[in-house]
């Protein structure tokens, strides 16, 4: 089964940096789409950053010049690198994927189960 795990949350100081991890284990074939989300308490989840696996990035407005999306394809993994940090970044990350492996005839969703970024003084 296609399962990812999200590493690096944390409690950081405004204006530190947090680099989140996430690594998609399984039979897989191909994973197009890969990134981040988002949800803070009481709000909806929202979209952090994704990086399709030619490298076309897209980001948060409030997030960019900020945020980094990176990604290992031949590992199957991708990174966030965060800096600047500010308190309204403070959510549960998530990383998700779109991946084809053994069990899916076209790309599927998948998702982990979240890392707990917190941002405060």
């Known amino acids: 089964q296609v399962q990812l795990v999200e590493s690096g949350g944390g409690l950081v100081q405004p204006g530190g940096s947090l680099r989140l991890s996430c690594a998609a284990s399984?039979?897989?074939?191909?994973?197009?789409?890969m990134g981040w989300y988002r949800q803070a308490p009481g709000k909806q989840r929202e979209l952090v950053a994704t990086m399709t696996s030619d490298g076309s990035t897209t980001y948060l407005d409030s997030v960019k010049g900020r945020f980094t999306i990176s990604r290992d394809n031949a590992r199957n993994m991708v990174y966030l690198e965060m800096n600047s940090l500010k308190p309204e970044d403070s959510a549960v990350y998530y990383c998700n994927a779109n991946v084809r492996s053994l069990q899916d005839i076209t790309l599927m969703p998948y998702w982990g189960k979240g890392t707990l970024v917190t941002v405060s003084s």
């Open positions: 399984g039979i897989i074939f191909n994973i197009n789409a």
